[in-house]
């Protein structure tokens, strides 16, 4: 596609419910990143895909968090047992080639937990 | 411990004046430094960028200085125009480290 596409754009749930959030970055670029901001802050690192593999995992915040990119593609970013502290936009960006300092985010996903 | 740091929330300008955002860094390993730009209900948009082996990039009304005494670099928008409000992040990375670590932006308002 044109740009890095991210459904939902907003997501409502209920505390302890599962939550799976979708990222279709640029045809092409092999690197992907999720990202997550939390109001009023900047946007934190979560995690990093090279192709299929997680090569970086780091920025997790526990084991609730998991993602996946089966096919080098499309992401998807799980969440289970979600928490009220977990409400914050989950951006998604991808860039050509890993390492590259320049990122193309998507619009995000707006999760609240209630 | 916050790397990167915009101390200041929010900037208001007039139209065809200057407008001069700052960002502070803690971190010596960082030495790349990009500027994003993000409208409400949007992600974040790439504007510049500048490697720590200059001390300037320019890119037309867009110009990025870096003081890596000082570990402090600004962003000059000139003429400031009313489509430039938004949120400006600084961001960081460090040698091969393709993380980018954020400020928390200051949201400038550019009034006609």
């Known amino acids: 596609g044109a740009g890095v596409s991210q459904t939902p754009s907003n997501k409502v749930t209920e505390k302890g419910k599962y939550v799976e959030l979708r990222c279709d970055p640029i045809?092409?670029?092999?690197?992907l990143y999720w990202y997550r901001q939390s109001l009023g802050q900047g946007p934190e690192f979560l995690i990093y895909f090279q192709g299929t593999g997680a090569a970086d995992d780091s920025g997790l915040p526990n084991d609730r968090f998991f993602a996946v990119r089966p096919e080098g593609s499309v992401s998807t970013l799980k969440i289970q047992r979600t928490e009220r502290g977990d409400s914050a936009v989950y951006l998604c960006?991808?860039?050509?080639?890993?390492?590259?300092?320049?990122?193309?985010f998507g619009a995000g996903s707006r999760l609240t937990v209630l | 411990d916050q790397q990167v740091k915009q101390n200041s929330p929010s900037l208001s300008v007039q139209e065809g004046r200057i407008s001069i955002l700052n960002c502070d860094y803690t971190n010596s390993m960082f030495d790349y430094f990009l500027w994003y730009k993000k409208y409400p209900a949007e992600g974040p948009t790439f504007l510049i960028s500048?490697?720590?082996?200059?001390d300037k990039n320019e890119d037309g009304r867009f110009t990025v200085f870096l003081n890596k005494s000082a570990k402090h670099l600004s962003l000059h928008i000139v003429p400031s125009q009313p489509g430039d409000s938004a949120v400006y992040f600084c961001?960081?990375?460090?040698?091969?480290?393709?993380?980018?670590?954020f400020g928390k932006g200051t949201l400038l308002t550019v009034n006609p």
């Open positions: 500048i490697s720590s082996i200059k």
């Open positions: 045809s092409g670029h092999t690197a």
């Open positions: 961001a960081a990375s460090g040698g091969s480290n393709y993380k980018l670590t």
């Open positions: 960006a991808s860039s050509l080639m890993a390492g590259a300092n320049v990122l193309t």
